[in-house]
């Protein structure tokens, strides 16, 4: 039932291990801070405030923005062209959505008029089928109807 022979022992592989690298740490150095001097003293202004305090501070200048450059002239036909193109894909998307809102409309309706089609038809089904024994609505004995002038009289 069993060979003889020495089970088979796969070939074993060289295994190469890699070890990491570390890399020395890296010291943040902060710059140093060089204490400049202003230009001229600034003069120290007082005010006296309505409850009688006095606040002593330096007088700030405010802070000029920058010269604004001349923007270059943007010809009318430029403005036209591009207001007419930002117009069209507005057209063309709210076409777009137009058409899904109609497509899905279409869907609603549709999937409405066949749940009615089904409880309409299940309630049919039930009067038509039903095992109760008195059946209701109206039995009408033809043989005693009489007909006077095209119109059933029952």
Known sequence: MYSEQAPRVPAQRAVEVHQPTPLPPTVAVPAPIVPTQPGTVPTVASIVLPDGRIVTGYAISPMQPDPVTAKPAVSRAAVNVALGGVGFLAVCGGLLMLSA??????????????????????????????????RGGTTVHIRKATFKRNHFHG
């Not at 749940?115 to 008195?134: M, P, R």
Request: glycine share 8%; hydrophobic share 70%; aromatic share 12%.
């Open 101 to 134: 809102f109609i497509t899905a409309l279409t869907a609603l309706v549709t999937q409405l008029v066949i749940l009615a089609a089904v409880i309409f038809g299940g309630w049919i089904a039930v009067q038509v089928f039903s095992a109760s024994g008195h």
